[in-house]
């Protein structure tokens, strides 16, 4: 079936007529088409550049149910996944139509007790780490998930989990593969090597400093700062309570988060929408996260674009033009001035199809 939809095109802000055929978007009119939407506003679909699709509150979980956690963030708008490293193979997943494109990462690479138990691979030698992040790139749809830093307990705070030069190695044996490569970062220690050995996106980011921020926007390194998430930090320093100075590192990387993402913004650093969810998040807040990264400096457009046509440009999937796969998302009101709108979508068309 050929589809018309009428509206008001962000980011532009012009008001065009669109039509789907066969799962891509034509911007010249086709007969016989079928209006589904008329007066409002059209975004392309929107994006959630970090969750866990097959991740839940108590670990793995099973494929149906991770089948659930896609279609709750497909109902808020996300319909591109960045998935940051899942304890379960989502490959099923990938052949609904009905369900939000996924970019897999493969497993998290972590180390023994460096990281949450039995989520991501764990490697007893940091040297094994190029290789592991090989076989992840051949395995994944293009990036390569590494926890770059957590708790040390015989330290009793944050530590890098690997060596600068074996980081180096890894990440240019990912880019060999062709495939990016990011990493969950907290606090500061373990940003500057991760950055100069050429890593493409920081998850959190917590730690950055101006010279972090400075580096990274020299390079154009992105940042996914997952805000909703990192309001998680004084949770876990309450529990925490035998590492005192992990506790207290907690507390302070929280007390500037939104400052820390606010300077990066202004420095020019490329920042995405990114949820968390499938651990302490649920699935399905990705107008959560637009709102709080708003809030932290980025304003509602920035932030719109954050987690729609920037975020799917970073991603390799074009926004609106003639041929480009038909992933529309329509709003009645416009998200712009209250960004409230994006929590009522009137119209989702996903693979040309029209779910909602
Ligand atoms: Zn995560």
Known sequence: MTLHLRGVLLPEGEQRDLWVVNGRIRTTPVPNAETVFDGGFLLPGLVDAH????????????????????????????????????????????????????VRAGRHLSRPKRYIRELGLELDDPALLP????????????????????????????????????????????????ARVTAHVFGENALPGLINAGIDCIEHGTGLTDDTIAEMARRGT?????????????????????????????????ARSKET???????????????????????????????????????AERALGAASWAARQWLGWSGVNDGAPADLIGYRAD??????????????????????
């Open 51 to 102: 969750c866990h699709v097959g991740l839940g509150a108590s670990g793995a979980v099973s494929i149906d149910e991770a089948a659930r956690q896609a279609e709750a963030d497909r109902d808020a708008g996300a319909l591109l996944l960045r998935d940051c490293g899942s304890p379960i193979d989502t490959r099923p997943l990938q052949e609904r139509s009905d369900l939000p494109r996924i």
């Open 131 to 178: 290789d592991a992040v090989a076989e992840q790139a051949a395995n994944s749809d293009g990036w390569v998930k590494i926890v770059g830093d957590w708790i040390d307990r015989s330290v009793g705070d944050l530590a890098p989990l690997w060596p600068d030069d074996v980081l180096v190695t890894a990440i240019d044996a990912a880019h060999r593969a062709g």
């Open 222 to 254: 992105a940042l996914v700062p997952t805000l909703i998430n990192t309001d998680n930090f004084p949770d876990i320093a309450d529990g925490a309570d035998r590492y005192p100075t992990y506790a207290k590192h907690m507390r302070s990387l929280y």
């Open 261 to 299: 993402v606010a300077a990066a913004v202004e420095a020019g650093v490329p920042v995405y929408a990114g949820t968390d969810a499938g651990g302490g998040i649920t699935h399905g807040r990705i107008v959560d996260e637009i709102a709080a990264l708003a809030a932290a400096g980025l304003g």
């Open 335 to 356: 998200p712009r001035s209250d960004l409230d709108a994006l929590r009522t979508p009137s119209r989702i068309v996903l693979r040309g199809v029209v779910l909602a």
